[in-house]
């Protein structure tokens, strides 16, 4: 598929998640990674990014959740309507063994940081890989598409721990899917509603239970979810998080979702960001842009007041 074509094709399966979360399937196979995103258009008005949540010879699959009008006006098509898709774009997570000699030069740049983290991450074995993926919200699908892809690497299943996490049991995703792949799977949520299967807290604190178990992090959902991690598991660890920032090309020419102050594009050098750029960041956890650019504080709901 050529990234910059626009592909208009049915939906061939909508699948409803939760009362506001669904994964529309389409016939069609882009060979994209685990972290990549597409751009998709109803033709009536706008285009919206959106992380894949699975990618193989069943097809493409995206999983959205309602929270404007773009996506309320998707929620309202049905099997056979038609949109259209252009990608998949931006960077992939770390898969052992995996050749990234290419994708790896190109990210790194200049960046000697990045290449020794590179460098060192070409030796580790997935028979030796022990990952957590954790995932908040409508965050969490991407990590799904990432376990098949840690799973043919030749990663043990059963060394694989995700962790779903959501405000309510009812919010928690990709149970099934997860615990048919065999991987470990924990359900967190804040208010665990009595279920006897949910951890209840935070990913954090779920994360904070397996200490030990497991040498490297992927992460996909809010950023002061993600910068929690990074307080439990510490300055050793290694880890790719994957973030959400405004998009407006995919292209990496429009400037609307470059972090700070190091200049990095979530739609090209991300949205898959190894620790070594992570680390560059200053406005992680702190703030993002809106459409016209200015600066929105992220807000800790736990602290009562914004991330500083």
Do not use: W
Not at 134 to 141: H, I, R, V
Not at 151 to 164: C, K, L, M, P, T
């Amino acid at each position: 598929m050529v990234k910059d074509r626009r592909i208009t094709i049915p939906i061939a399966e909508i699948i409803e998640e939760t009362p506001d979360v669904r994964t529309f399937r389409f016939d069609f196979n882009p060979g994209a990674a685990a972290g990549q995103f597409v751009m998709l258009t109803d033709f009536n008005g706008g285009e919206k990014p959106f992380s894949i949540s699975a990618c193989d010879d069943a097809g493409l699959s995206v999983t959205i959740k309602k929270v404007g009008n773009f996506t309320a006006r998707l929620f309202n098509l049905h099997e056979g309507d038609i949109i259209s898709i252009r990608g998949p774009y931006g960077s992939s997570f770390f898969i052992p063994g995996e050749d990234r000699s290419e994708a790896g030069s190109a990210a790194a740049g200049d960046n000697a940081d990045l290449s020794h983290q590179s460098a060192a991450r070409a030796g580790i074995e997935p028979k030796n890989f022990r990952p957590v993926l954790a995932g908040g919200g409508f965050g969490l699908p991407p990590l799904y598409l990432l376990a098949v892809k840690l799973i043919e690497s030749g990663a043990s299943r059963s060394d694989i721990r995700v962790i779903s996490a959501g405000r309510t049991a009812a919010d928690i995703l990709f149970r099934e899917r997860f615990e048919a792949l065999g991987v470990i799977f924990t359900g967190v949520a804040e208010d665990a509603c009595g279920a006897s299967d949910v951890f209840e807290g935070t990913a954090a604190a779920a994360l904070e239970s397996m200490k030990g178990e497991y040498n490297f992090v992927y992460s996909s959902g809010p950023d002061l979810m993600m910068k929690s991690l990074i307080q439990v598991f510490g300055p050793d660890m290694d880890y790719d998080f994957l973030f959400e920032r405004y998009m407006k090309c995919a292209i990496g020419i429009c400037g609307s979702c470059v972090m700070d102050p190091s200049g990095i594009r979530v739609c090209k050098e991300g949205p898959a960001l190894s620790r070594a750029l992570v680390e560059q960041l200053e406005d992680f956890g702190v703030y993002k842009r809106t459409a016209s650019g200015s600066v929105e504080k992220f807000k800790n709901r736990f602290a009562g007041e914004s991330a500083r």
